[in-house]
């Protein structure tokens, strides 16, 4: 097989899935006719694959999972969603009169959220943004976005640039997976194989399929609540509190320490 | 990124999708808790990815393409339906009182069609299901199968294999896609690439993965009536009518000569 050439994975899945949602546009037809499902792919190192609809990157919230409802809620001041992707709870903090920030990585991503009406996004890698004057008092990490640390060598620097960009008593609330409370033998494999290797169990290496596009292969963490904690050791965030509600997802609310 | 291993993809993900469906049995969750859709994907030898749901491998009638029942009205006689998978169209001719054997390659499919109801299956090539004693009147090769032609070195045996199965006068009746109404630039570039490697335009490469397996690459074939005409020459069977008002899928009706 040829090697799908990397590219704006997200972005070609979040143009397309908008497309169909509207109808407006050009979308994926079969045979030149029939509208096509919009289905994220993501692969795992260890051979396996999983499919998504990409649909639910654009819900309203009325379609979206309590937790993210949950979160809002502990938004307050200048907030900066990180990851904001098509907009989704950017655009309904911006409804809320709140001032917020859609970063992302994705040109793809922010071109749909600005199209559906996000006004402030930039479009940069949290690092690079880090060299920025503003300063926020929220960070949101939702979408499973506290996968964004990685793994114990990415998480420092990501929480330190996180700080540069913070006022003081700033939070970061973000949306976690628990990945252990499986019984899947094809899971609790990969568990031991990563601990094995020295990463941690839920210590994901993946990459993200659209199409004819591939991104490269990326960490991306799945971890428990302790966990975490032990991550933050030595950076300038304390957990404060988890909302584990939902089960395995939680929101893990992080302060500026000091 | 390891290999997957080879297995029965398509059988593994319809077990699932039914116990998606009917709520029994174990099936794929996220951390332990959380249902996941199940999702077909397609890879195809140019790097295009594709998901789709699987559900519809279990659609009852009501949830039918108009085709699929306009397809059941022309069978009679004695039914081997190619490729049952999970017995979708066979329950159905079963129900009506015909007389009907599901065909497939798939384990999990056959097993997953039986549970379903379907009395009369065979795990099976059509190939070596042609030495069996047994003739039928019509061969229904729906859900895209007449794909299974696979492409000219492929066409005539399989098509002489069904002829040994067959009554006299039997018919094939078989639904097809033709490929080139499309203006996308992604499948216009892979129809020139096939021509120029001497392959018909929409002899697709393509293999299936599911969870952690994947099957061997193969050939499966969407053509138009024209090229289906040119394929059937030297065969037994001849092309009787194209009913193509759901465009572009289309229904093939194939009798046997003299």
Redesign the interface.
Known sequence: ?????IGDVFGEMIRDAYAVRTGVGPR???????P??V???I?R?????????ADHYLGEPAEWQPHDHRALRLCRGHVLDVGTGAGRTAIELQRRGMAVTGLDTSPGAIDVARRRGLRDTVLNTVDAFAGASVRYDTFLLLGNNLGLLEGPSRAPALLAALARLANPGARIIAQG???Y????P?HVAYHQRNRERGRLGGQLRLRL????L?TE?FDYL?CSAEELEMLLQGTPWRLKAIDDED???YLAVMELAG
Do not use: K, S
């Open positions: 097989m040829e090697q799908p050439p994926p037809l079969a045979g030149g006719r029939v096509r499902p289905i994220e792919v692969e190192d260890d051979g396996l694959i999983n499919g998504a609809p997976t628990d990945p409370g499986t019984t899947d094809v399929r659209y199409r004819r591939a292969w799945n089960r395995p997802y």
